[in-house]
């Protein structure tokens, strides 16, 4: 983000309270008129007025007080689906208009420059890694200008470092102000090389896996001059060649007009942008594969005052992605995957050792429900059906889930007790098939799992009888609702007859890790007697 450079006296009529109340509304999408008002105790306070072009009595209390003005807004929010992927509902700005939204971030509203550069940069980072990760895109060279967007590629440098990357930066000419130099040594203290232009490689992509643009933001006027210029050129001859590492530009594409896009049609063309606050009009122009909106920190006052449509940011994260659903050519898409090799004198001779293994890695990596498996079940007719399920419980004996004994998948398994388990760890890049005769658990062990849940959960149970047709919601809310205060006493529900667990008793299992050029791992467990004795055949299957 280009932030204008100027100097203001502080505040002291902000009250504490006041500014908590801008910071933590939602910055999301539309908000009405009225919806600001009623937080704002009807009536801004007098400082904001030149900004809002009204005057009235500050009354900080009352802007305490209205914290229900936020749910109002919080309730006003445009769907994420449909910010998302409607160009037209989201709002863009133009040059003046961007250059007000900082005068007032950082007057008013008490930002600071390096406040908001802090947060532009980690936004830029955020989404460099939502798409391109460490992994396979490891070396990061930023081009930085002399400005505030220059900063915020140093902070994006900063961080990337932070999240597993190897970034480089090129910073020609630098801004002598301690913010920035307090950036330069912040990078040099973490080991991040800074290179000058006249070592540059020719071809930028030989050595860099991802490029990034930070030269130029909103506020630049004219034409670029040297060494800038040649920069430019650069980044555009890479594209060219067909087959360049990926451009990232940072607000606007360095060299464009800010609201007229690429106006000569020979500048960058990135692959990704990442705009900040609100996207300029250029970004209209932006033809790229990625298109992403950063800078979570937008107040009520701003987005009311440029009555701005923004969408709302998911979880906690600090970019979200904009634009239409993307054109993707579904043949094309394939994933290279880098993993340790698999091989047999790594593996555990019990595949219930080695699963244990894989399941507690899938754990302490994190993934999201480790524990959620494909599970594949065919009645007599041999017709096969999948859904996942969540693993309960796993020993030498088997692999236990449970459910209701009236659905699909109970009906197929008392015609066929035969089934298959699908786990997939894709942060791993490993997967494991279980195949398996099934049976139920006993009633005590269905039952002791019962009570262990959740007592909605308990009562969401006897509420849905799955997999049978219903007239709509509401019949079960309204069932849900009743059991509800049935038991509001906190006495004991009931375990019904018609839910409990099964259990899978592996046959074969096999282990997969995915590898480069499709050479992948597969390792198959099958059950092999000798002497007497079962014991697991370990064989590597071609990929």
């Known amino acids: ?98 250059a007000e939204v900082d005068e007032i971030l950082m007057g008013p509203l008490g930002f600071s420059v390096d406040q908001l550069m802090e947060l532009a940069g980690l936004s830029v980072a955020s989404a460099i890694a939502e798409v391109y990760t460490a992994d396979k895109y490891n070396n990061v060279l930023v081009i930085c200008g002399p400005g505030n967007n220059g900063g915020d590629g140093l902070v994006a440098a900063r961080h990337l470092h932070h999240f597993g990357y190897k970034p480089f930066v090129c910073y020609p000419k630098r801004t002598a102000k301690t913010l920035y130099n307090g ?87 990135p692959d990704m942008l990442v705009s900040l606050t609100a996207p300029k009009f250029c970004a209209k122009k932006f033809e790229g594969m990625h298109h992403f909106l950063g800078g979570r920190f937008v107040p009520p006052l701003i987005i009311n005052k440029f009555n701005l449509q923004l969408p709302p940011y998911p979880g906690t994260s600090m970019c979200v992605r904009i634009g239409k659903a993307l054109n993707v050519d579904i043949s094309a898409l394939r994933e290279n995957y880098i993993s340790p090799e698999f091989r047999e004198d790594q593996v555990e001779a019990d595949p219930f050792d080695q699963f244990k293994i894989w399941f507690d890695d899938a754990v302490a990596a994190s993934l999201k429900e480790p524990n959620a498996m494909a599970l594949s079940t065919a009645g007599k007719d041999g017709r096969p059906s999948s ?126 890790q995915g590898q480069q050029s499709r050479l992948h791992d597969r390792l198959r467990y099958s059950p092999q007697e000798i002497d007497g004795r079962m014991v697991w055949k370990l064989d590597r299957l071609a990929p």
Request: charged content about 20%.
């Open 1 to 98: 983000m280009q932030l204008l450079l100027r100097k203001y006296k502080t505040m002291t009529c902000i009250s504490t309270c006041f500014l908590t109340q801008l910071l933590v509304l939602p910055p999301v999408s539309l908000l009405s008129s009225s919806a600001f008002n009623y937080s704002l105790h009807k009536s801004p306070p007098t400082f904001l007025s030149h900004f809002l072009g009204q005057t009235s009595k500050f009354e900080p209390r009352g802007f305490c007080r209205s914290s229900g003005g936020g749910r109002v807004m919080a309730n006003r929010m445009v769907s994420s689906l449909q910010s998302i992927q409607n160009l037209d509902a989201i709002s863009y700005l133009s040059q003046k208009e961007a």
């Open 387 to 512: 859904r996942m399920v969540l693993l309960k419980g796993f020993d030498k004996d088997g692999f236990v889930w449970y459910t209701n004994y009236g659905s699909q998948k109970a009906r197929e398994l008392s015609e066929n007790p035969h089934a298959a388990l699908l786990f997939f760890w894709d942060g791993l890049n490993r997967q494991v098939r279980v195949e398996g005769s099934v049976q139920k658990v006993s009633d005590e062990e269905s039952d002791q799992y019962f009570h262990s849940r959740p007592r909605g959960s308990q009562i969401g149970a006897i509420v849905s009888k799955q997999s049978s047709v219903i007239p709509g919601r509401d019949v079960l809310q309204q069932y849900h609702k009743e059991l509800e205060e049935k038991f509001s006493d906190g006495s004991t529900i009931p375990k019904p007859k018609h839910w409990g667990g099964y259990r899978l008793k592996p046959k074969a299992f096999e282990f997969w």
């Open 183 to 269: 950036l330069v040594t912040q990078l040099e203290s973490l080991g991040v090389s800074f290179i000058p232009v006249e070592d540059l490689p020719t071809e930028l992509s030989d050595n860099f896996d991802v490029l990034v643009d930070a030269m130029f933001g909103f506020s630049f006027h004219g034409t670029p001059r040297p060494p800038f210029d040649e920069l430019i050129q650069r980044l555009v001859h890479q594209q060219t060649l067909g087959h360049g590492s990926p451009v990232i530009s940072i607000d606007i594409p360095s060299g464009w007009h800010v609201e007229d896009g690429d106006i000569t049609g020979e500048g960058i063309k």
